[in-house]
């Protein structure tokens, strides 16, 4: 069996993975070890090969690893990648078809270092061989989030380098149109709709945030304005919590997510930058994350894998590495945590201005991420992409800003009371949530509440009125704070120690906000 080394997204709707997750394997299953070996021999002049590691899965493709071992000549080594069609809402050949083009115009434009293609197919068959892609094996190893923790002062500055040139290079391929890359005898061109993995996965549970796409579409499927593409990922983002079966788990949160969804739909319009509706539009790799980056032991990068969800995106949406400090992007939605990754950031951006100047002789790049770093800019442009992650962003980061923490419960009650629709939908979403965890607990899946449920909750509230207790825990609910994101603030201490510490930290902001008589009293 091959081993895993997915990524950490999944899917939101346990049911739809569930079934998406016994379709991949039943795939897997279908692909027999001597036809992969034949597949390869076929394209190295028919040479036998042998398996050299065990194959492994990630979230979307199955890679096996072979060698030729050739009388007189060195040993090769190959990665036969074949994607894994349960998992791509529009199947391998599509997204192949994309990373290739991607991959070839990074070679041909670029010296970013990337595995070197030898053969790939392209067919809309059933087969589990008729898409693939072979590719050289580069020996190193992936970078991990640990390995982060414990770098060398020389060995971050030649990951930063690295990864600067990187950034450096694609922030230079400019296109005059959002989407995905193909590749045809004119050349490379924008022709396809954007893909994320965030709109995979939607588009897996049901939720058609593709015809959306359309609509923001022109005749040629090509989108030309920046303003556009957020306003059709805010409609998305929308769309995911009306229509996902898992968005609404309880009578509050609905409510909750419903008006952060709207305060962070006013923060990105005020965001964007309207004078950038034209571009310059820029090639992205879409998941540029520490495990599809092979490194050297000094920390060099020596290749870039996996281009499946490279796109052309406005240049707002260019961001940085978001996980030079921290991997969980919701936690940086905290103000404090995301000002101690802008420390990391910076000496980043430092290394990335001087080579900058090296090689182009002007700060492109260095200013506008300068400017973007800017009161969370390259969250919003995360969240955007990533839905929800823009309820946290609100929850967490909004909430302070905009109203300090403040009559969050008020402000909730007012917007739902604006608009009686409002509750009408949370209403529907309680009920389609309820039926949803029925049906997860009769197929025996685990994880059938949504995340949110780890939100530190009130205590159920007796007849007679909310205790002080309920005041509280409701009260440190409004910072955001999760069970898991107490150590946060307090690292060091042990469990009991971190819940005290924020129960009576919580307890004397209530104080201060009720009043010390009052609070004192109240029963």
């Known amino acids: 069996m091959p081993t895993s080394s997915q990524g950490p997204r999944q899917l939101k709707d346990r049911v739809v ?10 795939f897997i299953a279908s692909i027999h070890e001597s036809d992969v070996c034949r597949l390869a021999s076929s394209y190295h002049d028919g040479d036998s090969c042998t398996f050299f590691k065990p194959p492994t899965r990630g979230s979307y493709n199955i890679c096996y690893f072979v060698q030729f071992c050739s009388a007189g000549t060195d040993v090769e080594r190959w990665v036969v990648r074949v994607p894994l069609a349960p998992c791509l ?20 434009k670029t010296t970013i270092p990337i595995p070197k293609i030898h053969a790939y197919a392209l067919n809309s068959s059933s087969e589990p061989l008729s898409s693939f892609i072979i590719l050289e094996y580069v020996e ?22 690295s990864l ?30 954007a893909t994320t993995i965030d709109i995979n996965m939607q588009e897996l549970e049901g939720l058609q945030p593709s015809k959306i796409q359309a609509f923001y579409s022109d005749s040629n499927s090509l989108l030309t304005s920046a303003n556009d593409y957020v306003t059709m990922l805010l409609e998305i983002a929308y769309n995911a ?3 996902g079966r898992s968005s609404v788990v309880e009578d509050r949160q609905g409510e909750d997510a419903l008006y952060h969804l709207h305060i962070f739909r006013q923060y990105a319009e ?13 090639l992205v790799h879409g998941d540029l994350e ?69 090689k182009y002789g002007n700060e492109l790049l260095s200013d506008e991420w300068a400017e973007a770093k800017v009161d969370s800019g390259f969250l919003v442009a995360n969240a955007l992409e990533n839905w929800t992650d823009m309820d946290w962003f609100a929850f967490r980061y909004i909430n302070w800003k905009c109203y300090r923490g403040l009559s969050l419960d008020e402000r909730v009650k007012s917007f739902m009371d604006d608009d009686p629709a409002r509750g009408v939908l949370v209403a529907r979403k309680l009920r389609q949530g309820v039926a949803y965890n029925v049906e997860v607990g009769e197929l025996g899946i685990a994880g059938s509440l949504s995340d949110h449920n780890d939100i530190v909750e009130a205590v159920p509230s007796c007849k007679d009125g909310p205790t002080l207790g309920d005041s509280i825990m409701r009260h440190i609910s409004h910072w955001g704070i999760r069970k898991g994101d107490i150590s946060l603030f307090i690292p060091s201490l042990p469990t009991f120690a971190l819940w005290s510490a924020a129960i009576i930290i919580a307890g004397t902001s209530y104080a201060l906000k009720m009043g010390i008589p009052r609070f004192l009293c109240r029963r």
């Not at 995905?180 to 396809?192: A, E, I």
């Open 17 to 26: 993975q569930s079934r998406i997750h016994h379709e991949r394997d039943r």
């Open 89 to 108: 809402a529009l199947g391998g050949r599509n997204k192949l078809e994309s990373e290739i083009a991607s991959m070839k115009l990074v070679a041909e």
């Open 140 to 161: 190193g190893q992936k970078l991990s989030y640990t390995q982060l923790k414990t770098l060398t002062d020389e060995q971050k500055t030649r990951l930063y380098t």
């Open 164 to 193: 600067a040139d990187i950034h450096l290079q694609l922030r230079r391929l400019e296109f005059p149109s959002i989407g995905r890359l193909t590749c045809g005898p004119d050349g490379f061109k924008v022709s396809r709709q």
């Open 241 to 243: 919590f009306v229509e």
């Open 270 to 282: 005020g965001w964007i930058n309207r004078q950038l509706d034209q571009g310059p539009f820029v």
């Open 290 to 358: 520490p495990f599809n980056l092979i490194v050297d032991d000094d920390m060099n990068v020596i290749s870039l894998l996996d281009w499946e969800w490279s796109r052309v995106v406005p240049r707002q949406f260019f961001k940085p590495p978001l996980w030079l400090k921290n991997p969980d992007t919701t936690k940086l939605a905290y103000n404090f945590v995301y000002q101690d990754y802008l420390q990391r950031f910076d000496q980043f951006l430092a290394i990335l201005r001087i080579r900058e100047r090296e």
